[in-house]
């Protein structure tokens, strides 16, 4: 069975452009979060998509925003662009509510 | 508020000698707690669950809800063990495991 899928692995953007960044789960899990890994924050939640719905949402500003589609791949998007955006984002699928995370290699992006 | 705390950000033992990963947590309900490890070049997986009270590599942890900890132990430290490893946690009933607290990890390197 094929692991948690994240597009592209490497992304390098400029200060005020947008991003968007792409999950596919493992293949019957319908639940998808999301989370910034940064070396002076850690493991931060984003945002946690069930069924195409989002069901929680962490404490990040309004410019980063998700979605999950009918075939549960997620994309999460980051617009305007600032350098503490750098990080390296991971996605993780989950079969169901009570079902632990699986996690992807993550998308690096850095910011300039 | 969650926050899971590991003190000891590097930790370096010998080949065959017990090791200890201390986590601390701070949540007030019934939390639900979790290692998950990170070998070199691999993606985050998860190690255990202290609701499946299993054994997984010789790993064990046991939730001290008197002393908010969840310390993961090994009595014999093997060299493949070297990884990253990070405590997390669930908000626990009601909650959602796709949205975890995490500590900021522990290195652990086992020298042979």
């Known amino acids: 069975k094929a692991g948690v899928t994240q597009t592209p692995r490497y992304l390098i953007k400029t200060r005020g452009q947008q991003v968007t960044l792409s999950c596919s789960p493992i293949?019957?899990?319908?639940?998808v979060s999301w989370y910034q890994q940064t070396p002076g924050q850690g493991l931060q939640f984003l945002f946690e998509?069930?069924?195409?719905?989002?069901?929680n949402k962490g404490n990040f500003p309004g410019r980063f925003s998700g979605r999950q589609f009918s075939n549960s791949r997620s994309e999460m998007n980051v617009s305007t662009l600032e350098l503490g955006d750098s990080a390296l984002y991971l996605c993780?699928?989950?079969?169901?509510?009570?079902?632990?995370?699986?996690f992807g290699n993550g998308t690096r992006l850095t910011v300039t | 508020a969650q926050r899971v705390t590991q003190p000891e950000k590097l930790l370096s033992v010998f080949k065959g000698a017990p090791v200890e990963l201390k986590c601390n947590y701070s949540?007030?309900?019934?939390?639900?707690l979790f290692w998950y490890v990170q070998y070199s070049r691999q993606r985050l997986q998860l190690l255990l669950r202290h609701i499946s009270r299993e054994s997984i590599k010789g790993f064990t942890a046991d939730l001290n809800k008197g002393e908010t900890s969840f310390h993961l132990k090994k009595p014999f430290a093997q060299e493949e063990d070297s990884a990253m490893y990070y405590c997390a946690l669930s908000g626990g009933r009601g909650s959602t495991l796709g949205r975890l607290y995490f500590g900021r990890g522990t290195q652990l390197t086992v020298w042979p």
């Open positions: 949540y007030s309900g019934s939390p639900e």
């Open positions: 293949s019957g899990h319908r639940s």
């Open positions: 998509y069930f069924s195409e719905t989002q069901r």
């Open positions: 993780a699928s989950s079969l169901k509510r009570d079902s632990p995370l699986h």
